[in-house]
């Protein structure tokens, strides 16, 4: 039995982190779903934006827009100040350009709130959903656009890209590392049907896919998509509309925002309950395997460790203990590495790894005492 349950443990994280990317990608080659792509005349977009105290970063997103080539398809940007305290008003004033217009809402509720509320503001059949910090492709625009021209496409995800130097810190690289991985399984995903969620920094809906969600939703750029994809739509991966961003170069401002993600995905649970099952859910596979069985990942850890212990006295399971234990030096060094600020791309990935399986046992109690904060903090 403790043989049985080692190897059941053990076969569940292959499949989490290694089988499923398999199978998706072996599905999107296998099972293709064909996608009109092509940009019309006249197409316009309405941009939506919801900041909390971001007059700086506003100002300079708004100028980069405004500025670049892909400025001739907005028709129209909507700021939703969510009971900011700077002065965002005198920030888009100073750019005088009609086509900005601020609602400001004294009471701080929160990002899935604001757009509750300006999405039926807009005038434009596409919408265009970012955020205030991260810097946007000069095509990203129009890349989203085009993949409109299929009728069944209701949700365009972007892709978030990290900006690395040679500097970077030991959690830069690990961050850049899960990125690429995860970037690999949305690529796959959306070839063969469709992605369960956006990247919240840029990705574009159809207005009449977008369905109020609860304002106490945490992930909103998971919730919209999926709502969608749940009514009919697909939600597709433009892997050349990009939102550059900086990673961070602390483990510790890392695991705050996952904390939050995380618990996010426990609260997906609570508040849709449906998408569990795979006739009410027609991306169950994508939407279990990406989202959900992740949860479990430490328990599977930790029964893995314990169950390899009493089986130590056996040859094989000695050299797996082996294994385990330089897997959890090496997430050790480069928790060390960061701490000594020494950059180091051979550790990045393990450290990442260990804080993303603990901060998922913080946030799943987080969940169980209810714990879901809407608002955001800067990290």
């Known amino acids: 039995m403790t043989e049985f349950i080692f190897w059941l443990s053990l076969a569940g994280l292959v499949y989490v982190y290694l089988g499923y990317p398999i199978l998706v990608n072996l599905l999107a080659a296998s099972f293709p779903m064909r996608r009109d792509r092509y940009l019309t005349d006249g197409q316009k977009v309405s941009v939506v934006i919801a900041c909390h105290d971001e007059a700086e970063r506003i100002k300079n997103k708004l100028l980069e827009l405004l500025s670049s080539p892909q400025a001739c398809f907005i028709d129209e940007i909507l700021i939703g100040s969510d009971g900011s305290n700077d002065d965002i008003a005198a920030s888009i004033a100073a750019l005088n350009d009609p086509r900005i217009r601020l609602v400001e809402f004294s009471n701080r509720r929160g990002k899935p709130a604001v757009l509750n509320d300006l999405v039926p503001q807009c005038r434009n059949e596409i919408l265009v959903l970012c955020d205030a910090r991260q810097i946007l492709s000069d095509n990203a625009i129009p890349e989203l656009l085009a993949n409109f021209a299929d009728p069944k496409v209701g949700v365009v995800s972007g892709e978030l890209m990290f900006r690395?130097?040679?500097?970077?810190?030991?959690?830069?690289?690990?961050?850049?590392?899960?990125?690429?991985?995860?970037?690999?399984?949305?690529?796959?995903?959306?070839?063969?049907?469709?992605?369960?969620?956006?990247?919240?920094?840029?990705?574009?809906?159809?207005?009449?896919?977008?369905?109020?969600?609860?304002?106490?939703?945490?992930?909103?750029?998971?919730?919209?998509?999926?709502?969608?994809?749940?009514?009919?739509?697909?939600?597709?991966?433009?892997?050349?509309?990009?939102?550059?961003?900086?990673?961070?170069?602390?483990?510790?401002?890392?695991?705050?925002?996952?904390?939050?993600?995380?618990a996010g995905a426990a609260q997906l649970i609570v508040h849709h309950p449906s998408w569990l099952l795979p006739w009410k859910n027609p991306i169950w596979l994508e939407f279990v395997s990406h989202k959900i069985l992740r949860l479990v990942s430490p328990a599977l850890l930790l029964i893995v460790a314990v169950t390899n212990i009493l089986l130590v006295s056996q040859l094989p399971y000695s050299l797996l203990l082996l294994g385990q234990i330089s897997f959890y030096y090496s997430a050790f060094a480069g928790w060390l590495c960061q701490?000594?600020?020494?950059?180091?791309?051979?550790?990045?990935?393990?450290?990442?790894?260990?804080?993303?399986?603990v901060t998922t046992v913080a946030a799943l109690f987080d969940a169980i005492r209810g714990r879901f904060r809407v608002t955001w903090e800067r990290s």
């Open 164 to 262: 690395q130097s040679s500097n970077d810190s030991t959690a830069g690289h690990g961050i850049g590392a899960y990125w690429r991985y995860e970037k690999m399984i949305r690529r796959a995903e959306a070839q063969f049907r469709s992605v369960p969620g956006a990247t919240g920094a840029v990705y574009a809906i159809r207005r009449e896919a977008f369905q109020k969600i609860p304002d106490s939703t945490l992930l909103d750029d998971v919730v919209i998509p999926m709502v969608a994809v749940t009514q009919g739509w697909r939600c597709v991966f433009e892997r050349n509309a990009i939102a550059w961003d900086v990673p961070s170069d602390s483990l510790g401002r890392e695991a705050v925002r996952k904390r939050r993600t995380i």
């Open 339 to 357: 701490r000594l600020g020494r950059p180091s791309s051979i550790f990045g990935v393990q450290a990442l790894f260990l804080m993303l399986n």
